[in-house]
């Protein structure tokens, strides 16, 4: 596991918007290195990303958990068959950052 302070016992405990937004983190060093033409780089953050999503997979069950990991590997892996940009995958999980973050100042 790549992200070894994140438990079992500690990732259920995060909002959905709080675990998104670590995934969309790593989501968005995947296309930052994948730009820089960085392929090592960029595989450690997918495969983090790709952990991450794997992890609220099986706290959440949702399908559509299922299906952005299907998008992500498409996108990183495939043949972006969906026609995503990586402005439009930083803005799905900006979304999710800004929420997590009003949530944490209403505290």
């Given at each position: 596991m790549s992200h070894q302070?994140?438990?079992m016992e500690k990732w259920p405990k995060m909002s959905l918007a709080l675990q998104m937004g670590n995934?969309?983190?790593e989501v968005n060093r995947a296309i930052h290195w994948?730009?820089?033409k960085n392929?090592?780089?960029k595989e450690s953050a997918l495969w983090r990303a790709l952990e991450l999503i794997d992890l609220t997979i099986e706290v959440?069950?949702?399908g559509e958990l299922f299906r952005l990991r299907e998008i992500i590997c498409d996108y990183?892996?495939?043949e972006n068959k969906y026609g995503l940009s990586s402005d439009q995958l930083k803005s799905y999980f900006l979304q999710f950052a800004l929420y997590a973050n009003?949530?944490?100042n209403k505290k």
């Open positions: 302070n994140l438990t995934v969309g983190a994948q730009k820089l392929k090592e780089n959440r069950q949702s990183f892996l495939g009003n949530q944490n």
